[in-house]
């Protein structure tokens, strides 16, 4: 009798949770929602070579980044390369990501690798935001919206190159 009792009241909040809120569209039912990252790359200066100072550091133009997904099973399930633009600037739309189970979040499981530099004088990784591991992506409320589509962006970074031709410190 109680399990009847329960069936009745879950079955009648239901049909007042539709009366009371209209229904969603077909249109929204069909807008999709897009995963960017977006963040800068840059060599950084000599004077702070081997630290994670950003100061005095220049944008790298045509940098190469990588962003690696990873399922929850650990396994790579997304990875595209993208250029930053004139400015050092990266917007990666991650065109193709899928989240099947709550693990797969891009917050857990993607990150940002720097790839290549195009400059002759500044083309060695370095691990500032641990890049050389991969920069972990940080949500900081950014939204895109269209007609039909909404992009959640998230950052990385800034990543870094660093000159091989920095003179060593000397510590007194």
Not at 13 to 26: D, G
Not at 33 to 55: A, F, L, N, P, R
Request: hydrophobic letters at 40%; one cysteine or more.
């Amino acid at each position: 009798m109680a399990g009847r009792q329960l069936i009745v009241l879950v079955s009648s909040l239901l049909l007042t949770a539709l009366a009371f809120f209209p229904s969603t569209t077909a249109t929204e039912h069909q807008k999709k929602i897009d995963v960017v990252v977006e963040g800068m790359v840059y060599c950084q200066s000599c004077d702070h070579s081997g630290t994670w100072s950003m100061t005095g550091a220049k944008p790298i133009p045509s940098a190469k980044i990588s962003v690696i997904c990873k399922n929850h099973k650990d396994q790579v399930s997304f990875y595209k390369a993208f250029q930053t633009n004139a400015d050092g600037y990266f917007y990666a739309h991650l065109d193709g990501f899928k989240m099947n189970h709550m693990l797969d979040h891009p917050l857990q499981a993607c990150h940002v690798k720097p790839v290549s530099s195009p400059l002759e004088d500044c083309r060695l990784l370095s691990n500032i935001n641990y890049g050389l591991s991969g920069a972990p992506l940080r949500y900081e409320d950014k939204r895109v919206m269209g007609s039909s589509y909404e992009a959640v962006v998230f950052s990385a970074g800034p990543l870094a190159f660093r000159p091989a031709s920095c003179a060593p410190k000397t510590h007194y």
